[in-house]
């Protein structure tokens, strides 16, 4: 009889256990999980070859893109031939709310202390072609994304005592 009683108490309290146990891990999971964020939208910037024959060719632009592009199913490449192309697809940042990752591939010079973009159309003897990398930075600030992410591929070797460009200053600057 007693021994009985006792070891039913005893899986009574063992089971009332486990279940507080059970019930506790599914509290904290339902809690815990949160719905997954959405996927980054992805756009790619790939300025490889400019009008001018006196700028070099940045290779493998398409490549880079295309590896890069498996990972992120809302990806867009850009087109930007022109500076005004280029400064369309900045605006065109401001209504991006989800998570954003901008990769810019082009060759760029430092002048004054200050860094350009080479767009397509870039003419080496006039500054009013080329964007000025504080645009850029200005572009994406200005979206309202909440997770960002810009990547500038912009030191390429540029240095051509032709074109006025004695030393590739970019990084530096």
Not at 13 to 38: C, E, K
């Amino acid at each position: 009889g007693p021994a009985r009683g006792m070891s039913r108490r005893f899986w009574l309290t063992l089971l009332a256990g486990l279940f507080l146990v059970f019930l506790t891990v599914l509290v904290v999971w339902i809690l815990a999980i949160r719905p997954p964020p959405p996927p980054p939208f992805y756009l790619n910037i790939s300025i490889g070859e400019t009008n001018s024959r006196k700028y070099p060719v940045i290779g493998f632009t398409r490549q880079d893109y295309e590896r890069i592009r498996r990972h992120f199913p809302q990806g867009t490449l850009a087109e930007t031939k022109t500076k005004e192309l280029l400064q369309k697809e900045l605006k065109g940042l401001s209504d991006k709310a989800d998570p954003i990752i901008i990769h810019i591939t082009a060759l760029a010079l430092a002048r004054q202390e200050k860094v350009f973009l080479l767009p397509g159309d870039a003419s080496p003897d006039d500054q009013a072609t080329w964007l000025d990398v504080g645009d850029v930075l200005s572009a994406v600030a200005a979206c309202p994304a909440k997770n960002k992410l810009l990547i500038l591929d912009l030191a390429h070797p540029i240095a051509d005592p032709r074109l006025g460009a004695l030393a590739d200053r970019v990084a530096e600057t």
